[in-house]
C-alpha cells in the first residue's frame, strides 16, 4: 500500500509540474489568423518553443516568474513581453503586427543595386562565418507528418488498406506521424546523433527516422545537399545562377539591421532555390532563410513543390546568430498518391567550440538510448518543442488505440484470410499465403509468370515454391526456395532448390545451401535477361545469349567483420555439360538473318561445343572494403552507407580445383575499385576498375574465363559502369591479365540547362569512356555521349546516347538507350 501511495505521489507532482509551469497562449495576426511556426523564447537566450500550425504554444518556465518573452516571425515585426504572472498556467495570447520595411530612395541599376553589396559582403564572409559553427552541441527536436488526399484503395490491383487507420471517409488523413528528442554534436565533417527518444504513430515499438543528419542544412557552403546539389545563394558563384533585389531592411530585437533579400534565379531550371534571404548587417550572417525549389530540381520525382525555411536567434555570449527552427513544407503527387507533409526541426541549448577529443567521433553517425521508443505522454508533453495540433492528438490516440487490435492474433488472421483467397490472378502470376501473425509466408509461382525462350530450351518455364519466415524482433530471416523448369524443345527437367539463414541485422551473418541443375549462361552476370534473350530472339533471330549445363551443389557464407569490411565465401562442386541448340523458332525471321550456334567461340559452329565435359570444386572468397564506412545504429539493426569521399575496394580470389581433367584446375586473383561523387555544383562524377591475372590457368575450361558485359542489342539494363556499350559478348573473354574502366561524368544539368531552347528538355549531359585491355589483344576503347533524365512529367528515367568504339584501327558508330534512375 505504500508503494503505491508513493507512486501515486509522484505522479501527482510530476503531473502538477507539467500542469502548473507553463504559460499557453495563442498567437495571431491583427486579423485574429493563427500564425504557425513562431518562434518564442526567454529573451537573452536562444532557447524556448514554437507555435504549430493552429498557433498555439506552451512555453516551459525553470525558476523565475520574472521573464521578458520574445516572439519573433518572419515578415512580422519582433515584439517582447513582461508579463505579471500571479499563477501558472498564465494564458497569454498575443497578437503580431506585419513588419513595417524600410527602403531608401536608392536609384537601382546595373551598378547601384543595393542587394549586390549585401551579398557580396555575405559571400566574403561566408567562410568566417561557417567556421563559427563547424564545432557544436545541442539538443535537437524533430517532428515529421505526411498526410495524403483521396488515398486510391487498390494499385495493380493489390489492396492498399487504410494506412494504420488514419484515413478518413474520402481515405484522406495522416498516414506518417513520428517524433524525436536527440543530443547531436558536430565537428567539421564530422555528425553524430544520440537519440534520447522516438514516437512513431501507431507504433509502439518504432524508431524515427526523423535524424539530424538528414536536415543539416546549411547555406554557408557552397552548395545544399537537398537531394541534388543545389546553389547557395551566397556561393562563391552565386552571381552566375541568381539575380538579387533588396525588398527593404528592418531592426531585430538586438538592434541589428536586417536586410531582406529576394533571390531570382536566372534560369528557372537550374539547381537553385527562390525566396527570401535575410542578411544581418556588418555581420553578414544569416538571419532567416525563406526557400521554394520544386522536385524536379532536387531529383525528388513524388514531390511537387518543396519550402525550406530557417530561422536563426542571435547568441550574445557567441557573439554569432545560431539556427534555432527550421521546417520543410513539401506537395507531392505520383502513381495518383498525392498529398503534403511537414518536417519540423528545432535546436536549444548550443554550446560552441567544446573541446572535443577524437574518441568523441566514430563511424557510428546515429545510435539511440536505451528504451528511447518507450517514453510516456507525460515525457512528450513536457519535452516537446512544437505543441500538438488536435489532429496529431486524435491521430496519436486514433492509431496508438488500433494498434493493440492490429497486432492480435485474430485481426491478423482476419486479415490475411482475406488476401490468401485463390483468384484467377493466383492461377496466371503466383498465390501467397501469408501467416503475419507467425511471421511465414508460402508463395507458389506459376509457368504464366516465368515463361521465356530460348535456343537451348526453347519456349521453357515452371513452378516455384518459397518458404519465408521471419523474426524481426530479432532479425532473422529462413528461407527454403525450390523450382522446376521444363524445356519444350529440350525436353529436360530441371528442379534447383536451395535453403537459406540470415542470422541477425546487425552483422548479418548469412549462409546458404543450394543445388540442382540449371541451363547457365558462360558469363555468370548473365548480361542478357532472360526478357531480352526472348525478346531479340522471337522477334529479330538474335540468340545472343549461350548456355551450358551446371549441376551443381554449393554453400555460401557472407559476414560483415568489422565495420566497412565485409566477407564472402563461397565452396560448390560443379559438373558441366554442353549444351546445343534444339529449336530455330522465331516469330518474324527473314531470309538474311538466322540463328548462331550456342558455341560462343564459333557461333557458325553447330556441331563442336565450346567446353568439354567435366566436373571441378569451386572456392572462391572475395573482401569488400568501404572506406570510412558510416552507419546508423538502429536498436534493431545497423544500416550502412558510404560516404562519396572514399571509394569502394574489393580483392577476390578464385579457385578451381580438384577437375576430373587436370588442366581445369586454375587460380584467379581479382581487384576492383569504384567511386561516385559530386564535383562542386558541375555534377556528379563515377568511376569503375578492375583488373584480375590468372595462374596456371593456360588450357582451363572456357566456362572459368573471366568474361566482360558486352552488349549489341543496344540497351543497356543495370549500372551502366558494370556493362560496355558495343561490346560482343565472348570475343574478349580471357585467362590472362586483364584491365576494364568505366568513367562517367553526369553534368546534372550545369551545360543543358544554360543552352536555349534546350534546356526546355531538362535533360543531363552525359560523357562516358570505356576501356578494356587484355594479353593478345590490342585495347578496346569506347567513348560515349548522351542525355539522361528524359522523359515526361515526373517520369524521366529514359536515356538516349551516341556511342563511337575503336579496335584494332577499326571504328564503330551505334545508338545506345536504356533507363537511369
Partial sequence: MKVKLLFCFIFFMVFQNHLFSQIKGKVTDKDGTPLPFVNIYFEGTINGTTTNDNGIYELELNDSLDVTIVYKYLGYTTKKITPSIAQLPFILDVVLQEETLQLNEVAVTAKENPAIRVIKNAIKQRAENRKKLEDFTADFYSKGLIRIKDAPKKILGQDLGDYGGGLDSTRSGIIYLSETISKIAKSKNEFKEKIVASKVSGDDNGFSFNNASDVNFSFYGNTVEFGNQLISPIADNAFNYYRYR???????????????????????????????????????????????????????????????????????????YLKVLQSIDFQYGIFGFKGNGRFTAGYKNYKLNPEFEKK???????????????????????????????????????????????????????????????????????????????????????????????????????????????????????????????????????????????????????????????????????????????????????????????????????????????????????????????????????????????????????????VEAHNIFKFSFTTRIRFNQKYLNYPDGKFNYSEDRYPTLLLGYEKGFASNTSSNNF???????????????????????????????????????????????????????????????????????YFEGHLEHNFKGFIMQKIPLLNKLNAHLILSG???????????????????????????????????????????????VGLQF
Avoid at 555 to 578: C, H, K, P, W
Avoid at 676 to 705: C, P, Q
Avoid at 706 to 711: L, S, V, Y
Fill in 246 to 320: 533588396l525588398i527593404g531592411t528592418f531592426y531585430d530585437d538586438h538592434n541589428n539591421l536586417i536586410n531582406q533579400i529576394k533571390v531570382i534565379p536566372k534560369r528557372s531550371k537550374d539547381r537553385v532555390f527562390t525566396g527570401d534571404i535575410y542578411i544581418v548587417e556588418n555581420k553578414w550572417s544569416i538571419y532567416a532563410a525563406d526557400f521554394k525549389v520544386t522536385g524536379l530540381q532536387t531529383q525528388i520525382l513524388p514531390a511537387d513543390t518543396i519550402s525550406l525555411t530557417q530561422d536563426f536567434i542571435y547568441s550574445k555570449v557567441d557573439d554569432t
Fill in 360 to 610: 568523441d567521433f566514430t563511424n557510428e553517425v546515429l545510435s539511440f538510448a536505451d528504451n528511447a521508443n518507450k517514453k510516456d505522454s507525460l515525457y512528450w508533453n513536457k519535452v516537446r518543442a512544437v505543441p500538438l495540433t488536435l489532429e496529431e492528438q486524435n491521430d496519436y490516440q486514433i492509431k496508438d488505440s488500433l494498434e493493440v487490435i492490429r497486432k492480435s492474433q485474430k485481426y491478423l488472421d482476419s486479415v490475411d484470410a482475406v488476401g490468401n483467397k485463390l483468384n484467377l490472378g493466383s492461377l496466371l502470376f503466383g498465390y501467397t499465403y501469408s501467416n503475419t501473425f507467425k511471421e511465414k509466408f508460402f508463395t507458389l509461382t506459376t509457368p504464366f509468370a516465368n515463361t521465356q525462350f530460348n535456343t537451348v530450351q526453347g519456349w521453357n518455364g515452371g513452378f516455384g515454391f518459397d518458404y519465408l519466415k521471419l523474426n524481426k524482433e530479432k532479425g532473422t530471416r529462413l528461407n527454403l526456395a525450390t523450382s522446376f523448369n521444363y524445356g519444350l524443345s529440350e525436353k529436360r527437367f530441371r528442379p534447383k532448390g536451395s535453403l537459406s539463414y540470415r542470422f541477425n541485422n546487425f552483422s548479418r551473418p548469412f549462409l546458404s545451401f543450394s543445388a540442382g541443375s540449371e541451363a547457365k549462361q558462360f558469363n555468370n552476370t548473365n548480361p542478357i535477361t532472360p526478357f531480352g534473350n526472348t525478346f531479340v530472339s522471337l522477334l529479330f533471330e538474335k540468340n545472343f545469349a549461350k548456355f551450358y549445363e551446371r549441376n551443381f551443389s554449393e554453400v555460401f557464407y557472407s559476414q560483415e567483420i568489422t565495420n566497412g569490411i565485409y566477407a564472402f565465401l563461397n565452396l560448390g562442386f560443379e559438373d558441366r555439360q554442353a549444351l546445343f541448340n534444339t529449336t530455330d523458332y522465331v516469330l518474324f525471321g527473314s531470309d538474311n538473318s538466322e540463328y548462331t550456334s550456342n558455341n560462343p567461340l564459333n557461333p557458325d559452329d553447330f556441331e563442336n561445343s565450346a
Fill in 770 to 816: 570505356k576501356i578494356l585491355a587484355t594479353t593478345a589483344n590490342q585495347p578496346y576503347s569506347e567513348f560515349g555521349i548522351a542525355l539522361g533524365n528524359l522523359g515526361w512529367n515526373k517520369f524521366r528515367f529514359l536515356r538516349f546516347g551516341y556511342v563511337q568504339r575503336h579496335f584494332n584501327g577499326i571504328t564503330e558508330n551505334g545508338i545506345n
Fill in 667 to 737: 587460380d584467379q586473383f581479382k581487384i576492383r575499385l569504384y567511386q561516385n561523387f559530386d564535383v562542386a555544383n558541375k555534377g556528379r562524377f563515377a568511376y569503375n576498375f578492375r583488373a584480375g591475372t590468372f595462374l596456371n590457368g593456360e588450357n582451363i575450361s572456357f566456362i572459368d574465363y573471366q568474361h566482360f558485359n558486352g552488349n549489341r542489342t543496344r540497351i543497356t539494363r543495370g549500372n551502366y559502369l558494370n556493362s560496355f556499350f558495343l561490346l560482343p559478348y565472348y570475343n574478349f573473354s580471357t585467362n590472362k591479365n
